[in-house]
């Protein structure tokens, strides 16, 4: 039996759809784990300085400046999937990372066309930033709109989970490119290898989400809100993307310290070799992958709230103590734990974070509102992590003090899942959807 692209989505496996529908968002994060993890060497071609400090933080503030257009693609691209469907709006999104991917990859260095170099890698990072901006938004939309009842948070935990497998295949890429070519080809020009791997996947990518089919759900809708209502419900519903951002700064700020700052972090502060810590990377990435998925079902069974809270609890009192005891004396094994750890907290919390987000927006906004807090959180915090936890040391001469910037995330979502789920009603409600 031959199905139609518009077709609802019972017509295939459920399995299958997931996949479908989590191949863009690994390349999304696939594209911003690669500069994470290659951050010095980008900062040698495109932003040379006398100053490492300072041709570091350029590098850094440039990962961090494509999340300050995530709010914009929140509500540009978020409403053209709310208004015409989450596959035409997924097809458009992974298009346009695909463009920003290659503009990355192929740009010559400073030194071949000065200037222009590092405003060709700002334009690329602001289209990924754009594109990103709705992609993880309408991906758990549309993994929360297809998942059966009562295991919503199974479903949606899988959002997150295709972005380990990003986290682990770029590390991993990193560790055998480090091996065969070298630490000194790869500082040169091998880290571009990567990027154009990267590229080379999105054919592939685009014919699997090309298949994908729309959500019953929103086939079922028999309105199908303008632009202008979306901007009205965004405006009227403002606590609500305001309280859902500061909850998803838990998530932004740990999963990029865990993940795209670690290499940086540990060759730079810890003095460690590059292949160690992308070892470590892979590590990390794995454990999320296993607990992403096991604190996502566990919500469904023991509620948003309880998991929300116990983990912002665990994040802020042992965060900082965790990174102290690495920095005391640094170690492949110090490090490996201290990351493992911090992937427990951030994948327990994020289980549960992820769907109570698509619960609590108004339905007919649902990506909107869902992609615009995170997007604000990504923007403002998440995204400039890795330049945040260097400034951090630097003005403190802390190399725990990462750690404090973590345990401040934990305290915003701390606060924000007091506020959401203040009364008892609310806790129900999103007990288990």
């Known amino acids: 039996m031959t199905t139609s692209a518009s077709s609802p ?9 997931v996949f479908r529908v989590t191949s863009g968002n690994f390349l999304e994060m ?10 010095s060497d980008i900062a040698r071609t495109y932003f040379p300085n006398n100053d490492p400090f300072a041709s570091l933080m350029l590098s850094l503030s440039v990962f961090g400046a494509g999340f300050l257009m995530r709010p914009l693609g929140a509500i540009i691209l ?6 015409h469907g989450r596959r035409k709006g997924l097809i458009l999104t992974l298009l346009l990372m695909a463009i920003g991917t290659a503009l990355v990859a192929v740009i010559p260095g400073y030194q071949t066309i000065g200037y222009l170099a590092p405003l060709l890698v700002l334009m690329g990072r602001l289209l990924q930033g754009f594109s990103a901006g709705v992609e993880l938004g ?7 709109e297809m998942a059966t009842k009562g295991n919503k948070g199974f479903y949606c935990s899988w959002q997150s989970g295709s972005q380990q497998v990003a986290v682990i295949f770029a590390a991993l890429l990193g560790v055998v490119l480090h091996y065969g070519l070298g630490d000194a080809t790869m500082d040169a020009w091998g880290w571009r290898l990567p990027f154009i791997i990267g590229c080379l996947i999105v054919p592939f990518l685009f014919m699997i989400r090309r298949s994908l089919q729309e959500t019953e759900e929103f086939l079922a809708r028999k309105h199908r809100p303008s632009i202008g209502e979306i901007l009205r419900s965004m405006a009227s519903n403002w606590s609500i ?9 838990m998530t932004t700020v740990s999963f990029y310290l865990i993940t795209a700052y670690t290499p940086t972090f540990g060759k730079n502060v810890l003095k460690m070799s590059a292949i160690a810590t992308l070892v470590v990377t892979v590590c990390i990435g794995v454990s999320n992958l296993i607990w992403l998925p096991v604190m996502g079902a566990l919500s ?14 665990l994040t802020i009192v042992t965060s900082y103590p965790a990174m102290q005891w690495l920095t005391a004396d640094p170690s492949f094994s110090r490090l490996l734990m201290v990351e493992l750890w911090l992937s427990f907290l951030y994948a327990s919390y994020n289980g549960a974070m992820v769907v109570a987000l698509t619960e609590v927006m108004p339905a007919d906004v649902r990506t909107v509102g869902f992609s615009l807090a995170y997007s604000l959180a990504t923007a403002l915090f998440g995204g400039f992590t890795p330049a945040i936890s260097t ?3 630097h003005v403190t001469g802390n190399k725990a003090a990462p750690g404090l910037w973590m345990s401040a995330a934990a305290v915003c979502g701390l606060v924000a899942t007091l506020v959401l789920f203040r009364t008892p009603e609310s806790r129900q409600q999103y007990k288990a959807a």
């Open 9 to 17: 989505v019972r017509q295939e496996s459920k399995a299958r759809t």
């Open 241 to 249: 993307v305001i309280a859902g951002m500061m909850m998803v700064v």
């Open 138 to 144: 309408g991906v758990s939309v549309y993994l929360s």
């Open 30 to 39: 696939y594209d911003f784990m690669v500069y994470g993890y290659y951050a």
């Open 78 to 83: 978020g409403a053209y999937i709310d208004h």
């Open 300 to 313: 469904d069974r023991v509620g948003r709230r309880p998991m929300l809270l116990t983990f912002t609890a």
């Open 391 to 393: 400034w951090l040391i």
